[in-house]
């Protein structure tokens, strides 16, 4: 049986996100290390870059001498397990580029603006028109980098399919435009496809950003775009014919523009279902006490809705006292993002308000919360996952959330716990035997908290078998598989592998 959606494929794939699947790192002796990351995006797309002798294009996480050239990247340690261990250092073309500018891009525009205007958070958004420059500069310096890995990829690649070129995400919207118009000037032939990992919020919000049209004319450039589900394409196609006077079509997602037809498409991400089950059942047992554990796992950002969540364990606490002793709320909390102020501000805000609701609980032996500020390793994750009677995931807006997906994938013990997740995340939208979460309405999230904990066996087991069914269908490889489908010509039906 074929394992992976790697099988047999005919184009060369050429992924370009902001960051690398891998990060440079200088090690004691002033070489160069790679360190792999271990993300669902990572697992799906990297093995179907190395089979089809593709290349990825990216930002290794570090500022690199100017004279630095890929001929540099150190291949990978022998004892490296992770699906990037095949791509060799010639598949890798790091975009290098100076600090301050790089610094207007990714701080300035990406998270300072785009973030939280796509997350409808528009009083969160700066507009400066000097981050705007300098994420159109960035945007064509990754272009041009495609367009080199594009001739590379022709002249090494034994392939007889047109390479299919895959951007990802709101840090490169306006790549794809200069790709093509660099592109025709070299004729080279390639399919162009875009996914953006986060919402496409509705008009009324998108039309707020100054230079929202070129922004679309960015994405139109493709011969795809791709979103995690329908509402966020309905919004973009909406976006589209306002902003641009589009004709389009709502029934079958398409948006003419320049000439041609660009397809739209929901394409929900899923994780590595099974990598995370193989994890679960060989993670030791971190979580040893008693009482029952309600768990929050995120990156510590403003969109995960963690000050309404731990309000809305205060309040269960106010309502319920029979529970103070019995039950703990762990929250893991991922530094990120941590030179915008926004972030700095979040994690004071939760530090004290972490402190405010132990030093009102707490007894000499128990307390409430416990607030984990750091990396967690995957093995202690699924851990925990696995041992937590409660998941909540309740951003106040996400464009799908992992982390529910992961929670129901690590549920391997019987009776399993409960998934509590917000309309508001992609997850919500699709993950339909969880429990769903208003993070806005204190009150009732704080009922949610008590139905789960006291939702009975055969319920719980009934809800969370549905659960997993469905995340193991719908896999990290089968959300690849999807894709390579909805590029259509690039690539044949019976190219790609299947899970089962
Ligand atoms: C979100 C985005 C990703 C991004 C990740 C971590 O999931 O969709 O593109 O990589 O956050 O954020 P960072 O800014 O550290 O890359």
């Not at 590379?152 to 790709?179: E, F, Q």
């Not at 707490?362 to 500020?373: G, M």
């Not at 908290?449 to 997993?468: G, N, Q, W």
Request: with cysteine; hydrophobic share 40%.
């Amino acid at each position: 049986t074929v394992t992976s959606a790697e099988a047999n494929v005919k184009s060369s794939l050429i992924v370009v996100s902001n960051r690398l699947p891998f990060v440079l790192k200088q090690d004691d002796q002033g070489g160069m290390i790679r360190q792999a990351s271990a993300g669902g995006l990572v697992t799906a797309v990297a093995p179907v870059v190395i089979k089809g002798k593709g290349l990825w294009v990216g930002w290794p996480g570090l500022h690199l001498p100017s004279d630095f050239s890929d001929t540099q990247i150190p291949e990978s340690d022998p004892t490296d397990q992770t699906p990037t261990a095949g791509l060799k250092s010639d598949q890798v073309v790091t975009v290098n580029c100076d600090p301050d500018l790089f610094e207007m891009y990714y701080n300035g525009c990406c998270n300072g603006t785009h973030w939280p205007l796509f997350h409808s958070m528009p009083g969160r958004a700066i507009f400066s028109a000097d981050h705007w420059r300098a994420y159109v500069a960035v945007n064509k310096l990754f272009a041009e980098k495609t367009i080199e890995a594009l001739e590379r990829c022709y002249k090494n690649s034994t392939n007889k399919g047109i390479p299919i070129v895959w951007v990802h995400d709101y840090h490169l919207m306006l790549c794809a435009n200069y790709i093509r118009e660099m592109a025709e000037e070299k004729d080279l032939k390639f399919h162009l496809a875009f996914f953006l990992h986060i919402p496409f919020p509705p008009w009324d919000i998108f039309r707020l950003f100054p230079w929202s049209d070129e922004i679309l004319q960015g994405m139109l450039a493709c011969d795809m775009v791709g979103f995690h589900i329908r509402d966020y394409c309905l919004n973009f196609v909406d976006c589209c014919q306002r902003n641009l006077g589009c004709r389009v079509d709502r029934k079958n997602l398409l948006v003419e523009h320049g000439g041609r037809s660009v397809r739209v498409r929901p394409l929900p991400i899923g994780i590595p279902f099974d990598r995370f089950v193989e994890l679960a059942k060989g993670a030791k047992k971190i979580i040893k006490t008693k009482q029952k554990v309600i768990l929050g796992v995120d990156r510590l950002d403003y969109t995960k809705g963690l000050v309404n969540r731990l309000k809305a364990f205060e309040l269960f606490l106010e309502r319920h006292p029979e529970y103070i002793g019995l039950v703990n709320f762990l929250q893991i909390s991922v530094p990120s993002r941590t030179d915008v102020t926004e972030y700095q501000q979040l994690k004071e805000e939760m530090d004290q308000l972490v402190g405010r609701i132990n030093g009102r609980f707490s007894t000499a032996i128990w307390s409430p919360i416990r607030y984990i500020f750091g990396c967690v390793g995957q093995s202690e994750l699924a851990a925990y996952y696995r041992d937590a009677a409660v998941a909540m995931v309740t951003p106040l807006r996400d464009g799908m959330n992992l982390v529910a997906k992961e929670f129901v994938a690590c549920q391997i013990n019987e009776p399993p716990g409960v998934l509590i997740v917000s309309p508001f995340a992609g997850a919500g939208e699709t993950m339909h035997e969880a429990l769903l979460c208003n993070p806005y309405e204190l009150g009732a999230a704080a009922d949610v908290i008590y139905r789960a904990l006291t939702m009975p066996e055969d319920e719980r087991s009934l809800r969370m078998s549905r659960l997993r069914r469905r995340e193991m269908d719908t896999d990290v490889n089968h959300w690849m598989r999807s894709f390579m489908k909805a590029m259509g010509s690039g690539v044949e039906e019976d190219d790609i592998g299947s899970t089962q």
